[in-house]
């Protein structure tokens, strides 16, 4: 057997994976004209950079609203966007980009890390993209986020309910993926030395967003938080677990497939670390 066809064979034995099956109910129908209009559709993905640098933003911003516009997805909550937000010129860079990908039909809240970066590059941050008639649902000022970009969130009106807030997250692994660079965990690390606090990013992260959602339910909203945790449910120590029981969250994957509870979230993977937890009260309404 030849190099080449040898890599064509692990390329074929890569695909037949279990990690490329689809997961749970049939996918949903794209023809938007046959969707419900009832049926509001929340995703989550990561990203892994919005480069910023000449046209690959935009580009990639596009392909990114198109595949909701196609699947008919109206929320999507972004991690990893790696643009530093701080640099004015790029900020302004990804609005005129969002804008562009769908005009007048779009709207965004993107966060991140508060250091300068020329480039505007800056590993880590989070967002949400809004699309089509759930921008008008946006409660007023109901755009905001983390100091350190580990969360975006939105808020939106319900007739005669409380609003639902939506978070997209990212958390950072338990140790850099460097030991020398400018992580998102290192970047954290900073900031967390900065204010005198001396806790692991990750148990920051989970202390902060405890704060944050008791905040929003303590005005009764209904909470629907989703991203990359890099972490698992089923865990030792699982930070989502624990977030899920102190806030009273209930993961609507686990209740849906009680006894598919773990399969890999990226091809080498091993584990769902990229999760969902809602509200109690929303379960009812997940189709």
Request: contains cysteine.
């Amino acid at each position: 057997m030849n190099t080449k066809q040898k890599r064509l064979d692990e390329v074929s034995l890569s695909y037949d994976s279990p990690f490329f099956e689809w997961k749970g109910e049939p996918q949903p129908p794209s023809d938007n004209a046959n969707s419900s209009c009832s049926t509001t559709t929340i995703a989550f993905q990561n990203v892994h950079g919005l480069h910023p640098r000449g046209p690959h933003a935009s580009d990639k911003l596009h392909e990114i609203v198109n595949t909701m516009v196609h699947h008919n997805i109206q929320v999507l909550g972004i991690s990893e966007h790696n643009i530093g937000l701080a640099n004015p010129t790029w900020k302004q860079r990804l609005y005129e980009s969002v804008q562009q990908a769908r005009p007048r039909r779009i709207t965004h809240q993107f966060n991140s890390g508060p250091e300068f970066d020329s480039s505007g590059r800056l590993v880590g941050g989070t967002g949400i993209l809004v699309i089509n008639e759930m921008t008008g649902r946006i409660e007023p000022q109901g755009n905001e986020g983390d100091a350190m970009g580990r969360w975006s969130t939105m808020h939106f009106r319900r007739q005669q309910l409380p609003p639902i807030t939506i978070i997209a997250i990212y958390q950072v692994c338990q140790s850099p993926s460097n030991a020398i660079g400018n992580t998102s965990w290192h970047q954290q690390r900073r900031y967390l030395d900065l204010h005198s606090r001396p806790e692991h990013p990750r148990q920051a992260f989970i202390k902060d967003l405890t704060t944050e959602v008791t905040k929003w339910k303590d005005k009764k909203h209904s909470i629907v938080i989703g991203g990359d945790w890099n972490d698992w449910i089923g865990s030792r120590k699982s930070s989502v677990l624990h977030l899920s029981t102190t806030l009273n969250l209930v993961d609507p994957w686990l209740i849906r497939h009680p006894i598919d509870n773990d399969f890999p979230m990226y091809e080498h993977g091993q584990h769902r670390i990229d999760s969902i937890l809602i509200s109690q009260d929303l379960l009812p309404a997940v189709a």
